[in-house]
């Protein structure tokens, strides 16, 4: 396989793994806040709840309802960004190249 081959495939790997612990967040959140993810702003201009889980912090806490700021506080947003960076912290430890 070449390097950009093996590139491509770590990228989706990563990214599959991001969006199963998205989707748990998420699902998280609305349980505990029973679905109110959305402060009244977010709701007239129509805001995906679920894209509060991804993509800029201030823009997610714009939108989003109190009680989700709250849940936030005991259980943090994790950015595709942070993410990433733990997943290959993570797998250079396990090909012992971790320095």
Known sequence: ???IGSAFDA???VREEYEEVRLAAYMLAEEATNGALLNARGRA???DPGSLFMGNERRAR???SP??????EKHPRVTYAAF???WVRER???MGLAS
């Not at 009680?67 to 936030?72: I, M, P, Q």
């Open 62 to 64: 714009a939108y989003a």
């Open 92 to 94: 250079e430890a396990e």
């Open 11 to 13: 990228w989706r790997e």
């Open 84 to 86: 990433e960076r733990q």
């Open 45 to 47: 201009a129509g805001i």
């Open 1 to 3: 396989m070449s390097i």
């Open 67 to 72: 009680e989700l700021l709250e849940h936030w």
